[in-house]
């Protein structure tokens, strides 16, 4: 069955970095749009970062432009968020999501807490 991993969150200063990591099954990972989204406390969901299957085309939040990168590598079936100068407004739970035909997926979440 389709699985998305998450993993890489933790608590950092502001300012400084973290890079998540998302680990996809169950289904044939290179050839999906892939996205990161989240959830800050008390909030909904925002979009935050979506990458082509190929990875040559990627988007960003105006919130995160500038900051984030999002990656892939797809011999490895990994997507990655690579964020720096984090601000306290980028805490939240991160999801790596992906659609396949009519259903979305997402994984289990992963945890940033940007204090200082």
């Known amino acids: 069955q389709v699985q998305l991993v998450e993993s890489g969150g933790g608590s950092v200063q502001p300012g400084g970095s973290l890079r998540l990591s998302c680990e996809a099954s169950?289904?044939?990972?290179?050839?999906?749009?892939m996205n990161w989204v989240r959830q800050a406390p008390g909030k909904g969901l925002e979009w935050v970062s979506s990458i082509y299957s190929d990875g040559r085309n990627t988007y960003y939040a105006d919130s995160v432009k500038g900051r984030f990168a999002i990656s892939r590598d797809n011999a490895k079936n990994t997507l990655y968020l690579q964020m720096n100068n984090l601000k306290s407004e980028d805490t939240a739970l991160y999801y790596c999501a992906t659609r396949l035909g009519d259903i979305g997926y997402w994984g289990q979440g992963t945890q940033v807490t940007v204090s200082s």
């Open positions: 169950g289904f044939s990972f290179s050839s999906y749009y």
